[in-house]
């Protein structure tokens, strides 16, 4: 989230967050100006007013985004937001997030990202449907399954991007799966795909664990959110043998240095009227800031941007820090947790594990193939662990910390394909 203050503007702001790293990365790669100027801003913003006939008759208006990065690896790809929180500059930030991490883990994607202006918690499912297919409808020259590739992001899942394949498909007149990943399965899906993400994470923490040499059973770990991504997070790095003593959600956070039992906090969710951690007693109530701050040995960020900021960067006590969302460290606090000698395993790296198996649902779309989940889970956890030995290799080369060097391998490798595409 970027947090807003009184007058309700973003305190940090992702898109400069963004081109900070970039901008570094650019100076250690030697990349020219002019090809870098293409890739600091996206090629196409699309934004929209989505008129949605309420349940009582009434008509509201939503602000919508669709924004294109890139297109120079293949077509774009990125989820779609349902928040209160979107705007602009956090979905130009988000779209070009997509291109890097996407280049990073090698999947032949750029990078896009949408966001509507709403709270999807306090709207029926018949709203949501209505604003969904208002949306694919606004969009319906952007998305394609060679142009533009919508999937879930925060506020949304599985039931949205089969209410887009309906709306797409009535559209262009024939049955369109692959114009969207994270579908349900009997709709196109991809086993694996649900638990994707917060796979990757896993397989990230483990890679930068041996790098530190911890031996999960006598490792602690701190999970920051607990939607998809958090929740899987926690439950899989738990699978490892490392003890998560702090989880937490919108309600607060939960902190019990004897251990979480993460499967009974996912049933606990799974059972409660508010779909939240509210009112979970397997640990002592802390605010979300205070979790970020419990002694532990890794701290995984899973729920929003810029959590990690100035203000509490120096007070961290993780040895390591893999960020499950998207943007949870501002560029001013980089420098800080690089003084302490923490490990960061960067978003654009540590969270490709949802986009990884989103490209194995569009190949399965497109061959009509369906794999089984062993060789999904294979296969994603081989890209992801390479990628991370990948960047981890640069990192060293250029003396950068892994987040440049994730930025670094990226760049490289879209700004290389744009000088031999060459046309602008
Ligand atoms: N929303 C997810 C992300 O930020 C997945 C995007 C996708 O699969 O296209 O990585």
Not at 39 to 64: C, H, Q, S, W, Y
Not at 66 to 93: C, F, N, Q, T, W
Not at 182 to 189: D, E, N, R, Y
Request: hydrophobic share 40%; proline share 5%.
């Amino acid at each position: 989230m970027s947090t807003p203050n009184n007058g309700g503007t973003p305190r940090y702001n992702p898109l400069e967050s963004m081109q900070r790293r970039f901008d570094e990365a650019k100076e250690k790669l030697g990349l020219d100006d002019q090809f870098a100027n293409v890739l600091r801003v996206p090629d196409k913003v699309v934004a929209a007013n989505i008129p949605v006939t309420m349940d009582d008759g009434t008509i509201r208006v939503f602000e919508a985004y669709r924004v294109v990065h890139s297109v120079h690896l293949g077509p774009s790809k990125g989820g779609i937001r349902y928040s209160m929180d979107v705007h602009l500059d956090e979905v130009k930030a988000l779209a070009a997030w997509m291109t890097w991490k996407c280049a990073v883990v090698n999947v032949p994607y750029g990078g896009a990202k949408g966001g509507i202006k709403c709270d999807p918690r306090s709207m029926s499912k018949g709203e949501l449907e209505r604003l969904t297919r208002g949306y694919t409808l606004a969009m319906r020259n952007v998305f394609g399954p060679d142009k533009d590739i919508p999937a879930p992001d925060m506020g949304t899942s599985a039931q949205e991007m089969a209410w887009i394949v309906d709306e797409f498909s009535k559209i262009t007149g024939h049955n369109s799966y692959a114009v969207v990943t994270g579908k349900p399965l009997v709709l196109g899906g991809s086993l694996g795909r649900v638990e994707a993400t917060g796979r990757g994470v896993m397989v990230s923490t483990r890679s930068a664990m041996a790098k530190l040499g911890l031996n999960p059973t006598n490792t602690t770990c701190v999970v920051q959110g607990f939607g998809n991504v958090g929740s899987i997070s926690a439950k899989l790095i738990a699978q490892l043998g490392v003890k998560i003593v702090a989880i937490s959600d919108v309600s607060g956070g939960y902190y019990n240095p004897e251990g979480i039992d993460v499967a009974e906090a996912i049933a606990y969710v799974a059972n409660s009227s508010t779909r939240s951690l509210e009112g979970y007693t397997g640990g002592s109530p802390v605010t979300n800031g205070e979790l970020l701050e419990l002694p532990c040995d890794i701290l995984v960020p899973a729920a929003m941007e810029d959590q990690i900021t100035p203000e509490n960067a120096a007070r961290i006590k993780a040895k390591m820090i893999v960020e499950g969302a998207n943007g949870p460290t501002t560029a001013e606090a980089d420098s800080i947790l690089n003084d302490k000698g923490i490990l960061v395993v960067p978003d654009i790296l540590a969270n490709a594990g949802g986009v990884t198996v989103s490209y194995f649902e569009w190949v399965q779309n497109r061959l009509g193939y369906y794999w089984t989940e062993e060789r999904v889970n294979r296969r994603a956890d081989r890209a992801m662990k390479q990628a991370f030995d990948n960047v981890y290799a640069t990192a060293e080369k250029y003396n950068v910390n892994m987040r440049i060097a994730a930025y670094i391998v990226a760049l490289d490798k879209v700004a290389s394909t744009l000088k031999l595409r060459g046309s602008f």
